[in-house]
């Protein structure tokens, strides 16, 4: 059987992505916001820095193209941080780019002039400015003063060969008269990245797509250069659980570089998850990374961060690939008895365990059949006499959630002790 006879996937009927690789600077990047914007979550505990460089290990592993390593304008706390971690990446020959928040003033620029001649390579300054009608009233701002603060930063950054990546904060609720008059100049001025932000978690994958339809078709043209010259970066958040469909849209829309966090850890309710947008767009056939070690990544910032990894999150959490149902248990037991992995991470299962470095759990529990006690007995070793099947069937029906593998092992020992 070919897998198109198995799988009827509606997810390809009518759908397309004409997208015209000449007309990007390269293809589809990621950009791991953990270490900084992640870092903002009210619950976040700051890594110490082998715990940073050890998540570095990851990024890399799994082919993430640019990470940014701290706020430097935070103090020189954060800059002995940033300095190890580049130091470290530079010692390994790291493909990961490195990059760091700065806001548009001159003094936050200025330790990456420093950084970046230590380690003699280029550190991305992603200079963030407020654009929207709501943030200028609420700070006493005007257009005028938000393009003086913006032509200073970014032209101290150029004139140091500090690559700017020129950062639009709230964008999703900004004018596109404002929007377009502040980006063309940040482009004129030598900035060749722009991120367009929904810093407030505002948008749905529909605005995501009018906005980057306005910046690629008006923006970009009218600053009087190519789209292949500039980088377009997307930024989400997570405040209407809408961060990864945000970042597929973003994907779709034409976004060179798609931003998020480990577990989706940011502030307020979080940035856009990246390790879900890396699933999804894995199993879209647009990324060929290997995400085998994405798992081991996403429980160490759980570890290090301290970020929430519930029971149910999607593909990484405890709950994910595991089943005590037993009609469910019953199809990937069947699928597993015919030794045949690919069967048995689909069958009942939209996310291919065995693609991330994991694997489906058969569990015990109230509404388990005779085949779940039989598959796991079998599985740790025991021999499925019927004696013992029957018992810890009874065992399973009496419990009112699954049952951990050292409460099964308890009752059988308590059984066996009894014959």
Same mark, same amino acid.
């Given at each position: 059987?070919?897998?198109?006879?198995?799988?009827?996937?509606?997810?390809?009927?009518?759908?397309?992505?004409?997208?015209?690789?000449?007309?990007?600077?390269?293809?589809?990047?990621?950009?791991?916001?953990?270490?900084?914007?992640?870092?903002?979550?009210?619950?976040?505990?700051?890594?110490?820095?082998?715990?940073?460089?050890?998540?570095?290990?990851?990024?890399?592993?799994?082919?993430?193209?640019?990470?940014?390593?701290?706020?430097?304008?935070?103090?020189?706390?954060?800059?002995?941080?940033?300095?190890?971690?580049?130091?470290?990446?530079?010692?390994?020959?790291?493909?990961?780019?490195?990059?760091?928040?700065?806001?548009?003033?001159?003094?936050?620029?200025?330790?990456?002039?420093?950084?970046?001649?230590?380690?003699?390579?280029?550190?991305?300054?992603?200079?963030? +400015?407020?654009?929207?009608?709501?943030?200028?009233?609420?700070?006493?701002?005007?257009?005028?003063?938000?393009?003086?603060?913006?032509?200073?930063?970014?032209?101290?950054?150029?004139?140091?060969?500090?690559?700017?990546?020129?950062?639009?904060?709230?964008?999703?609720?900004?004018?596109?008269?404002?929007?377009?008059?502040?980006?063309?100049?940040?482009?004129? +001025?030598?900035?060749?990245?722009?991120?367009?932000?929904?810093?407030?978690?505002?948008?749905?994958?529909?605005?995501?797509?009018?906005?980057?339809?306005?910046?690629?078709?008006?923006?970009?043209?009218?600053?009087?250069?190519?789209?292949?010259?500039?980088?377009?970066?997307?930024?989400?958040?997570?405040?209407?659980?809408?961060?990864?469909?945000?970042?597929?849209?973003?994907?779709?829309?034409?976004?060179?570089?798609?931003?998020?966090?480990?577990?989706?850890?940011?502030?307020?309710?979080?940035?856009?998850?990246?390790?879900?947008?890396?699933?999804?767009?894995?199993?879209?056939?647009?990324?060929?990374?290997?995400?085998?070690?994405?798992?081991?990544?996403?429980?160490?910032?759980?570890?290090?961060?301290?970020?929430?990894?519930?029971?149910?999150?999607?593909?990484?959490?405890?709950?994910?690939?595991?089943?005590?149902?037993?009609?469910?248990?019953?199809?990937?037991?069947?699928?597993?008895?015919?030794?045949?992995?690919?069967?048995?991470?689909?069958?009942?299962?939209?996310?291919?365990?065995?693609?991330?470095?994991?694997?489906?759990?058969?569990?015990?529990?109230?509404?388990?059949?005779?085949?779940?006690?039989?598959?796991?007995?079998?599985?740790?070793?025991?021999?499925?006499?019927?004696?013992?099947?029957?018992?810890?069937?009874?065992?399973?029906?009496?419990?009112?959630?699954?049952?951990?593998?050292?409460?099964?092992?308890?009752?059988?020992?308590?059984?066996?002790?009894?014959?």
């Amino acid at each position: 059987m070919e897998e198109h006879d198995l799988i009827y996937d509606w997810n390809d009927i009518d759908y397309s992505i004409d997208r015209d690789e000449s007309d990007h600077p390269h293809e589809l990047w990621f950009d791991d916001e953990t270490l900084r914007d992640g870092l903002q979550s009210p619950s976040a505990r700051n890594p110490t820095i082998q715990q940073k460089i050890e998540l570095i290990d990851y990024m890399e592993k799994l082919g993430i193209q640019k990470v940014d390593l701290g706020l430097p304008g935070a103090g020189p706390f954060h800059i002995d941080h940033i300095d190890s971690m580049l130091n470290h990446m530079g010692e390994n020959g790291y493909n990961l780019r490195p990059g760091c928040a700065v806001r548009t003033v001159v003094s936050d620029i200025e330790p990456l002039v420093e950084l970046q001649a230590k380690h003699e390579r280029q550190i991305q300054a992603s200079a963030f +400015l407020g654009t929207s009608p709501i943030r200028q009233f609420a700070e006493g701002w005007t257009m005028g003063r938000i393009m003086e603060t913006a032509e200073k930063a970014v032209t101290f950054a150029v004139d140091n060969e500090i690559p700017v990546m020129f950062v639009t904060e709230d964008t999703t609720r900004s004018k596109p008269e404002e929007i377009k008059q502040v980006y063309e100049r940040a482009i004129e +001025l030598g900035a060749d990245r722009i991120c367009v932000c929904d810093t407030c978690g505002h948008v749905t994958p529909n605005g995501v797509r009018k906005l980057l339809e306005f910046i690629q078709e008006e923006v970009i043209p009218d600053s009087g250069v190519k789209r292949r010259e500039i980088e377009v970066n997307w930024h989400g958040h997570q405040d209407r659980g809408l961060g990864v469909a945000n970042n597929l849209a973003a994907y779709e829309a034409g976004a060179d570089v798609i931003h998020g966090t480990a577990l989706g850890v940011g502030e307020r309710a979080g940035n856009a998850p990246l390790d879900q947008t890396l699933v999804n767009l894995s199993l879209m056939g647009v990324i060929k990374n290997d995400l085998t070690a994405l798992n081991e990544y996403t429980r160490m910032a759980h570890k290090y961060v301290e970020v929430a990894l519930p029971h149910n999150y999607p593909v990484f959490g405890e709950d994910a690939f595991e089943t005590g149902t037993g009609v469910h248990a019953s199809a990937v037991i069947k699928a597993m008895d015919k030794g045949d992995d690919w069967l048995a991470d689909r069958v009942y299962s939209g996310v291919p365990a065995g693609d991330f470095g994991l694997q489906q759990v058969i569990r015990i529990g109230h509404m388990s059949g005779r085949s779940n006690v039989i598959h796991w007995l079998k599985r740790n070793g025991y021999e499925a006499e019927e004696d013992l099947v029957a018992h810890m069937f009874d065992v399973a029906k009496s419990q009112r959630r699954m049952m951990t593998d050292e409460e099964v092992h308890d009752a059988i020992s308590e059984f066996t002790a009894t014959k």
